[in-house]
């Protein structure tokens, strides 16, 4: 678990410091320190902490030596001050310190949480650097390494396409305007035209005697622009700001791709995908299978233990699917019935896994209302190198409803 150290003096802020990483960060190991004497020694513990919440002015350390220890040992700090002037921001600013957060609300608070969170994550986000000044680039990646964003460079446009195609996964691209072969603008076109909108910022950097630029930046397609020169603070906010917008819409996008109850794709996320993934598995000649499944007499357990019951059943066997069939495409598409595309799995294999699955619902008691019960399911697993999912599905289907004839808690395969 990443490790966060809280070095501060006052009760009543390390109260609510506490609150917030509490509920904030649930899945830290936060650990509070109230003087630098405490801070050295959770560092002799163990010093393995991804980033540290600390108050510049202690009993033990009036003016600052605190920030000092904490980046010699390496460690992303946030920096709380009570007094807030000109000559400390910019000394704090330059010593390297993630941010500094002046104590003037509880909102203050919020925002270094929130800030300790986003830092825990970002390793995971690539960001592209493009400028043909080299100076730039480095103050810019400088900027961008201490918050722990994973960097990439390219000197133009040109060179950008290109790391673009290396690296796909790159959620934020800060481009300068007047570079050679390719220019801002012409690259942000290019981005756009050529990769998925979704998912990727674009932030343009222009000078501020440029004026129009920025909305040009902007009309060709950038969610944003900076002015330079820029303060590291407002560089920070753009960045964050444009990156939970993102996250933002995947959330929703990833929201109405699932299914509410179980939290699998639906059946509309799971057809597209299975379309997509089932004529490339075609066309490059792969077996692959596709299964229903249709839990055994629902009702029945509906109509005796209740729909609440019925329900946890459903959360239940969601959560097989994850730890048997995690490699493979899988969804409720129906009220009891699931289906899944199991690419590289011929019919033997399908069966194979499809029958571990159903044995690890039989397994699985369920008890209700001090009863207790077991559940199964049928279902029909078909491959077949052509066919539409739909040609693929309609087998499946006919497969199951055999099945289900047969006497159910079985899975048929192939003809
Ligand atoms: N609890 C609960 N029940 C649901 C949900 N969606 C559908 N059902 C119930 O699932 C039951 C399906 O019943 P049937 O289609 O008769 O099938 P079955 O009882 O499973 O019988 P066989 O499929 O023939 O084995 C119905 O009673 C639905 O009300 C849900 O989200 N929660």
Not at 251 to 267: M, P, Q, S, V
Request: with cysteine; net charge negative; hydrophobic share 40%.
């Amino acid at each position: 678990m990443p490790r966060l150290l809280i070095v501060e003096d006052s009760s009543t802020v390390m109260r609510v410091l506490k609150h917030l990483a509490s509920t904030r960060l649930p899945n830290v190991d936060t650990v509070f320190a109230t003087s630098m004497a405490e801070a050295k020694q959770a560092f002799i513990q163990n010093p393995d902490f991804y980033a540290a919440i600390v108050d510049l002015n202690l009993p033990d350390a009036p003016d600052g030596e605190v920030v000092e220890f904490t980046l010699k040992q390496g460690v992303s700090t946030i920096v709380l001050t009570g007094n807030f002037n000109e000559q400390r921001r910019k000394s704090l600013v330059d010593s390297g310190v993630v941010d500094y957060v002046v104590k003037e609300s509880r909102h203050a608070y919020h925002y270094a949480l929130k800030l300790a969170r986003r830092l825990k994550t970002n390793h995971r986000i690539k960001v592209m650097v493009v400028d043909d000044s080299k100076m730039s680039r480095n103050h810019i990646r400088n900027l961008l390494e201490r918050h722990l964003y994973r960097v990439i460079e390219a000197q133009d446009g040109l060179e950008a396409i290109e790391q673009m195609g290396i690296h796909p996964d790159v959620r934020l691209v800060i481009t300068d305007f007047e570079m050679p072969n390719m220019d801002g603008f012409k690259l942000v076109n290019e981005i756009r035209s050529k990769f998925d909108k979704r998912g990727l910022a674009i932030i343009g950097l222009s000078s501020v005697e440029s004026g129009i630029l920025s909305a040009q930046f902007i009309k060709h397609g950038a969610n944003d622009f900076l002015n330079k020169p820029f303060y590291p603070e407002e560089f920070y906010c753009r960045i964050s700001q444009n990156l939970e917008a993102i996250e933002l819409i995947e959330e929703i996008e990833d929201a109405a791709n699932r299914d509410y109850l179980t939290g699998l794709y639906n059946r509309r996320a799971f057809f597209e995908r299975a379309e997509a993934l089932i004529s490339k598995a075609q066309k490059k000649q792969v077996p692959t299978s596709f299964c229903i499944i249709d839990l055994d007499n629902f009702k029945l357990i509906n109509d005796e233990y209740g729909h609440a019951c019925g329900d946890e059943v459903l959360k239940r066997f969601a959560r097989l699917f994850d730890k048997h069939c995690e490699k493979f495409l899988y969804a409720r598409i129906g009220g009891e019935e699931f289906a899944m595309v199991m690419v590289g799995l011929d019919n033997d294999k399908a069966l194979t896994l499809v029958n571990g699955l159903r044995q690890a619902l039989v397994a699985q008691a369920i008890e209700w209302d001090g009863k207790q019960f077991h559940v199964s399911f049928s279902g029909g697993v078909i491959t077949d190198s052509e066919g539409s999912v739909d040609h693929l599905y309609n087998r499946a289907d006919e497969m199951l409803y055999r099945a289900k004839e047969a006497g159910r808690n079985m899975v048929f395969g192939n003809d």
